[in-house]
Nanobody, 125 residues
Framework: QVQLVESGGGLVQAGGSLRLSCAAS????????MGWFRQAPGKEREFVAG????????NYADSVKGRFTVSRDNTKNTVYLQMHNLQPEDTAVYYC??????????????????WGQGTQVTASS
């Protein structure tokens, strides 16, 4: 049974930082590209960042470039999202997701087979 469990969300003031973690189990972690998505109330779930299986390639949504960093530790079956300079528009539920089928780490929801339950991130002004 595949499980992705996010943690590290919370409430911060604008300009603050948080580090999200996603612990994976029930799969061979190193065979999966990993992604982070977010969904704000009343909005579509959107891609935030992704990291390839071997950590050689990452990609980011334009809205988070320069502020967020995705990384992974295959020895711990964990992917991270370090977030700096959080703004109210970053407020959302953040989800991690796993994709085995794509050659490169993608940004489309349909590419990801497994999803976590999400963790709330709130940045107050």
């Amino acid at each position: 049974q595949v499980q992705l469990v996010e943690s590290g969300g919370g409430l911060v003031q604008a300009g603050g930082s948080l580090r999200l973690s996603c612990a994976a189990s029930g799969l061979t972690f190193s065979m999966y590209n990993m992604g982070w998505f977010r969904q704000a109330p009343g909005k579509e779930r959107e891609f935030v960042a992704g990291m390839s299986r071997d950590s050689t390639s990452g990609n980011y949504a334009d809205s988070v470039k320069g502020r967020f960093t995705v990384s992974r530790d295959n020895t711990k079956n964990t992917v991270y999202l370090q977030m700096h300079n959080l703004q109210p528009e970053d407020t959302a539920v953040y989800y991690c997701a796993a994709d085995r089928g794509s050659q490169r780490v993608g940004s489309r929801r349909y590419q990801f087979e497994y999803w976590g339950q999400g963790t709330q991130v709130t940045a107050s002004s």
